[in-house]
């Protein structure tokens, strides 16, 4: 048996291929294990001409071929193994290479009887040491083949050839005639994954093959005469695993030109698959961020074609990216009117990277597909790709930005105008012109309500230079409008700006036909309001249909504020002589309000530090000493209707101790005179700017000890404002001056209001808070309670079919018995529906509000229809009578079905709460008054009746009496569903009931539903 190295010797002298050209093998093995693709370079010393292998990789010209080699060729360069002192076994340089072309940078390693072996790349190559090691080890292999050569020997050929396969890094297989191997390198063997000698021998097509399915895969063709690549081979090893490589066939010629075998090289490219998805991934990663970016993005390339358009910019242009990809970005997205600048700024740009667009955004008007311009903002970089340049441009529309701009020069303009003019008659006509040029308006009017009328009329107009408005204008002065009448008359009575988008559309304002005659399609008027009421109205028309604008209309409102108190001001400035005098008032009013805005914000913060009530009221006190008060006490009513002094403080501790003593010893009686007591029954604050000795005994009412220790206080001024939580006075806070000589005035109360209505909300969310907690605490008994409640109609029709079964079962079963019990199985069956539909109505409610279905209905009829139900119940006993108290017929537009709903609940619990029986009376009444044509129904009964104390709850989704819970089964959601009925039909429902005297539920609602459907829409939408 031969050794491996034999074997190997056998193999080379058997090889059956001819003598190849080894220089070129050598070059070719060397740029093959170079980490990226080089030019290489071989010079024999002193030959006339150098060869260059590759040279199509770079395309150098004569001129800069000739530099290199004369830069190479000037080098001090050594060979490895012959290397002095001053001399390199590698020496590295640049080239600057002709214009258009990149600068080359080059590495050369020395030949042992002189030249150089050299690799070349464009910029940025930089070698490495590997790089330089690789040049070196074939610079070694170069010179002994030139060795070799000259001795002529076949035998040194073939070892120098085989050493070459051998320092190769792909594999290589020699393959004979008959597709066989008879060589093959370690690389190769390594990459198969079996020794060398288990590979000879074998038919290459067992290896390797173009599907990654050896069994559809094809067969390699070595029996072509030219170069063969395969770049998606698949190689199978021993193991069973594939390995992707990339795969060449050389195929061997013999002296009469025929194919005797092949060199088959092979290179590992699992790297380079990994590359390209790694590429694959980025050019994902970079089309999502293309398509994320809120702004234009927009790719093109040294010509201005387009090659992508992201999404925003889809929009931005309102077309398709498929519309404009190759297109000219100059002719396709710039205004005409800038596109000659744009054509020598960018090519500018693209020279040099100088220009207008290096580094900087420059405004241009863009150009949608529609035709319509825009500003925007124009930012250009540029991308250096391998074979020239591409160019990313971020555009960003500046239309709202510009737009904002003009409502921020519009409200500086008519500032200034107002500012800078003494008579209202001289700045309206400006103010109008100013508002119309500045927000793009083609007609204004201002309307003016003169003291003591009821009506506004016209009083100034404004138009653009090319419109004629006579008609609107003639019409405009013989009809006046009164608050609430139309459209303007709307926008008086809500003291708040509206539009009108389309005239053409139905709408309320009465002059459309003159407006629309006149060339206007959209509409808008914002009041002109002074301290307490609006004085006037601008009105505003476009010949054009304008979009409503949420943020104009707000810009409406402050506008129109702005120039009713610049009205309001010159009016009385006009009226009252001392001008100086009210200005400093102003003034001092201006800053007394700043500094209660800033009193205020503090306030706000601490009162937010605490959801605990008592800590809230606390913070209120201390907050209002010494800023507002001397002394501040505050004063609550507990469940029993007792005032508690809850809270006192003093700029004086001594005082604010007595002061503790004193209301400890002196308790608010609830129905005296004193100011506390007032403001509880009354709900109103009290105001004492002078306390004199009147006031002091109003508070003391007769009491001698009382009196004195109030003279003691010292109290000047005071102020006892009301603490109201949900429409409910739950105290009162006192505020009072006493060693500051402060009297206070309206503005001090107002301040005071407001810190209260503030500690109000403060107190209210601690409230709701507890009632979170609370509700909680009701949602884990309404689940215990519906699991009862629906668990026991279920046990009762279990025990029902039961006995059903059982009596079926017998010979001769008792009808009547059957047919109650199928009525009693049908009454739980019943029960157990209406427990299903009450919970999905509370779900709907929650969700999205009940939808209504209304038609005409006979509210009698449908009355009498529910009242059947009852009349007839399943169990005879305790039997209720019944008695309708209703006209004869009255008909309405109402969802009859929900309708249906709220009378089935009503009566039921009417029997459920009269468990002795009873007359049930339902009375239906018809009224016409200031509210509208009003229908009002109601449920009465004899039954045990509802404590005050929990009626309140009553109308809450899972509340239910405390008197009656235990005794009485249910969830609590009918009379919660029913008011959301009532409410939905624009209506209200209430109770009337006293314990052991039965209750009264009593709904009121419109006749005519669909007239008041949108408040009632609006109303479901604010929760009530």
């Not at 309000?593 to 601490?606: D, H, K, M």
């Not at 501790?653 to 503790?660: L, N, S, T």
């Not at 959301?980 to 039965?998: A, F, T, V, Y």
């Amino acid at each position: 048996m031969p050794k491996p190295s034999e074997q190997r010797e056998q193999q080379i002298n058997q090889d059956p291929m001819r003598e190849p050209d080894l220089t070129r093998e050598i070059l070719q093995l060397a740029q093959q294990s170079l980490d990226v693709p080089h030019t290489l370079v071989v010079m024999p010393n002193g030959a006339t001409e150098s060869r260059i292998v590759g040279d199509e990789d770079l395309g150098l010209s004569d001129i800069c071929r000739e530099r290199l080699l004369a830069a190479i060729d000037g080098a001090d360069i050594a060979f490895d193994e012959d290397v002095s002192s001053d001399r390199h076994p590698v020496v590295t340089d640049t080239i600057i290479a002709d214009p258009g072309q990149p600068e080359i940078r080059w590495a050369a390693a020395g030949l042992k009887n002189g030249g150089a072996l050299v690799a070349c790349a464009p910029e940025p190559w930089e070698s490495t040491a590997r790089d330089h090691a690789i040049l070196i080890g074939f610079a070694r292999l170069l010179s002994q083949h030139q060795n070799g050569t000259s001795t002529g020997t076949r035998t040194e050929s073939t070892r120098l050839r085989d050493l070459i396969a051998e320092s190769a890094r792909d594999g290589i297989i020699g393959v004979d005639a008959e597709g066989r191997c008879r060589y093959i390198n370690q690389t190769g063997a390594d990459l198969v994954g079996s020794e060398p000698e288990d590979i000879i021998s074998m038919p290459v097509n067992k290896l390797f093959h173009v599907s990654w399915d050896p069994e559809q895969g094809a067969s390699l063709d070595f029996s072509a005469k030219n170069s063969t690549d395969y770049h998606d081979v698949s190689l199978h090893r021993p193991d069973g695993s594939a390995l992707p490589v990339d795969l060449t066939v050389v195929p061997n010629l013999d002296p009469s030109g025929g194919v005797n075998g092949a060199v088959v090289r092979f290179a590992d490219i699992r790297d380079q698959k990994a590359a390209a998805v790694a590429v694959e991934q980025s050019e994902a990663r970079h089309q999502a961020f293309l398509q994320m970016t809120l702004d234009s993005v927009v790719t093109i390339d040294e010509d201005e074609q387009i090659l992508e358009f992201n999404l925003a910019a889809e929009r931005t242009f309102r077309c398709q990216a498929g519309e404009l990809l190759g297109r000219r970005i100059t002719d396709a997205l710039i205004s005409e009117r800038w596109r000659d600048w744009w054509r020598a700024a960018f090519e500018s740009f693209s020279r040099d990277g100088g220009g207008p667009l290096n580094g900087r955004r420059v405004q241009i008007t863009a150009l949608r597909s529609d035709g319509s311009e825009f500003p925007a903002d124009f930012t250009l970089t540029r991308i250096p790709m391998r074979d020239g340049w591409v160019y990313t441009l971020y555009i960003h529309d500046l239309t709202e930005e510009k737009w904002n701009e003009r409502r921020r020069s519009t409200r500086y303009a008519v500032t200034h105008m107002l500012a800078e003019t003494e008579v209202p008659a001289d700045a309206l006509p400006n103010v109008l012109g100013a508002i119309c040029e500045g927000l793009e308006w083609d007609w204004a009017a201002c309307w003016i309500r003169q003291p003591g009328a009821s009506q506004m009329v016209i009083d100034l107009t404004w138009q653009a230079s090319d419109i004629d408005a006579t008609h609107l204008e003639r019409v405009s002065a013989e009809n006046g409008f009164d608050p609430g009448h139309g459209f303007l008359g709307k926008v008086w009575r809500l003291q708040g700006a509206d539009w009108i988008e389309d005239l053409n559309e139905p709408n309320d304002y009465r002059r459309a036909e003159a407006a629309l005659a006149c060339g206007f399609q959209s509409t808008a008027a914002m009041p002109i309001i002074g301290r307490t009421e609006v004085i006037g109205i601008i009105e505003l028309h476009s010949r054009q249909v304008r979009e409503r604008d949420d943020e104009l209309i707000r810009m409406f409102d402050s506008l129109g504020s702005q120039i009713g108190q610049f009205i309001e001001r010159k009016q009385v400035e006009e009226e009252r002589v001392q001008i100086l005098a009210r200005e400093q008032s102003a003034r001092a009013e201006a800053e007394a309000a700043e500094r209660r805005l800033a009193f205020l914000a503090e306030a706000s913060a601490q009162l937010s530090a605490s959801l605990d009530y008592e800590v809230t009221l606390s913070n209120v006190a201390r907050l209002a000493v010494p800023r507002l008060a001397d002394y501040c006490a505050i004063d609550v009513v507990n469940e029993d209707n007792q005032v508690r002094s809850l809270e006192l403080a003093d700029v004086d501790p001594e005082k604010e101790e007595a002061g503790r003593r004193m209301h400890e010893e002196h308790p608010v009686d609830p129905e005296s005179n004193h100011p506390v007591a007032q403001v509880l029954r009354s709900g109103r604050p009290i105001l004492f700017s002078d306390v004199d000795e009147d006031v002091l005994r109003l508070f003391a009412e007769d009491d001698e000890e009382y009196l004195q220790e109030l003279r003691n206080i010292g109290i000047d001024s005071a102020m006892y404002v009301p603490l109201v939580a949900r429409g409910r006075t739950i105290g009162v806070i006192s505020f009072v001056a006493s060693e500051s000589d402060q009297r206070y005035g309206p503005s001090d109360l107002a301040l005071a209001q407001e810190l209260t209505r503030r500690a109000a909300m403060a107190i209210d969310n601690a409230r709701l808070y507890r009632e979170a907690q609370d509700a909680v605490r009701i949602r884990e008994e309404f689940l215990s309670i519906a699991s009862h409640e629906l668990k026991t109609p279920l046990t009762t029709v279990k025990g029902y079919g039961q006995i059903l079964g059982r009596l079926l079962r017998r010979p001769d079963p008792d009808s009547d018995r059957l047919v109650r019990l199928a009525d009693q199985l049908q009454e739980q069956l019943s029960r157990f529906e209406t427990l299903i539909a009450d919970l999905l109505d509370v779900s709907r409610i929650q969700q999205r509000g009940l939808e209504l279905r209304p038609e005409p209905t006979d509210l009698v009829a449908l009355v009498r229809t529910v009242v059947s139900r009852f009349e007839y119940p399943a169990e005879p006993e305790p039997r209720h009578t019944f008695a309708i108290h209703a006209p004869s017929k009255l008909d309405g537009i109402w969802d009859p079905d929900r309708l249906d709903q709220v009378l089935t609940n009503l009566l039921s619990n009417a029997v459920k709460y009269s468990p002795d029986g009873g007359v049930v009376t339902v009375t239906i009444e018809h009224s016409l008054t200031e509210q509208g044509d009003l229908v009002e129904f109601s449920v009465q009964d004899q039954g045990i009746g509802i404590p005050e104390d929990e009626q309140g709850q009553l109308f809450q989704p899972f509340a239910r009496s405390e008197t009656v819970q235990r005794a009485i089964s249910g969830v609590g959601l009918g009379l919660y569903i029913s008011q959301q009925i009532i409410n939905r039909h624009g209506g209200m429902i209430w109770l009337e009931s006293k314990p052991d005297e039965g209750s009264r539920f009593v709904v009121s609602m419109p006749r005519d539903f669909l007239s008041t459907l949108d408040n009632a829409e609006v109303d479901t939408e604010d929760g009530t």
